[in-house]
């Protein structure tokens, strides 16, 4: 029973262009919700996080948006480089009792950007 | 300063030995998560050991257990080793409890299985 699903295991997107990452979520008790980044032979990296009390974060050319009632969140990239070609994996966390847990991560999507 | 570490790089085993694996988090993290990486599948979560307890665990039989040392450093043992154990084994650590939930990775360590 996957919690944090990520539909689309790989997109290619042109340098310039965006790039825009999807994730859906079931567990209504995830309140903190990130994104990582991962190369081959590397572990994942932090990228950019939000809160579930808002809808929007933003870090340079990365946007995380959250929707709630749709339990989905999206990442964006704006302008890709190739450089930002690895796995973005979404992840949540649930609330335990104000402190954070373990991470719950979707399966992944290969993020291609071609120069 | 250092980020976490994760020993061996790589492990070869066969089937029903066992591996053991290790972690040493960021200095200051009490934390210790361990997570499994099989190939096509995301991150499977393992463990997590808080100040040398166990706080949770992930859907993995017995077999898969670990411990934290006294000096937050972690150790993940699986026994009755299977093919299908043949992953990359994610170690990584936070801050103490009231963290934000960002957890910081290590390399991993890479296990065969043959």
């Known amino acids: 029973d996957q919690q944090v699903k990520q539909n689309s295991p790989s997109l290619s997107v042109q340098e310039g262009r965006i790039s825009i990452l999807n994730c859906d979520y079931t567990?209504?008790?995830?309140?903190?919700f990130l994104w990582y980044k991962k190369y081959p032979a590397e572990g994942p990296t932090f990228l950019i996080s939000?809160?579930?009390?808002?809808d929007k974060n933003e870090d340079g050319r990365f946007t995380v948006f959250l929707n709630k009632s749709a339990k989905h969140l999206s990442l964006h990239i704006v302008p890709s480089q190739p450089g930002d070609s690895a796995v973005y994996f979404c992840a949540a966390s649930p609330n335990y009792g104000g402190s954070q847990g373990n991470l719950i991560f979707g399966k992944g999507t290969k993020l291609s950007v071609k120069p | 300063e250092a980020g976490v570490t994760q020993s061996p790089t790589h492990l070869i085993k066969t089937r029903g030995q066992q591996a053991t694996l290790r972690c040493s988090p960021i200095?200051?993290?009490?934390?210790v998560y361990w997570y499994q990486q099989a190939l096509g599948l995301g991150l499977q979560f393992l463990l997590w050991?808080?100040?040398?307890?166990?706080?949770n665990r992930g859907n993995f039989p017995p077999r898969f257990s670990g411990r934290q040392f006294p000096n937050y450093s972690s150790e993940l043992n699986v026994n009755a080793l299977e093919l299908e154990d043949s992953a990359l084994y994610l170690c990584?650590?936070?801050?103490?409890?009231?963290?934000?939930?960002?957890?910081?990775f290590g390399e991993g360590s890479r296990l065969t299985v043959l």
């Open positions: 050991y808080d100040e040398g307890e166990e706080r």
């Open positions: 939000i809160s579930s009390i808002k």
């Open positions: 567990n209504s008790m995830f309140d903190y």
């Open positions: 990584a650590s936070s801050p103490p409890l009231g963290n934000t939930g960002e957890l910081f």
């Open positions: 200095s200051g993290h009490t934390s």
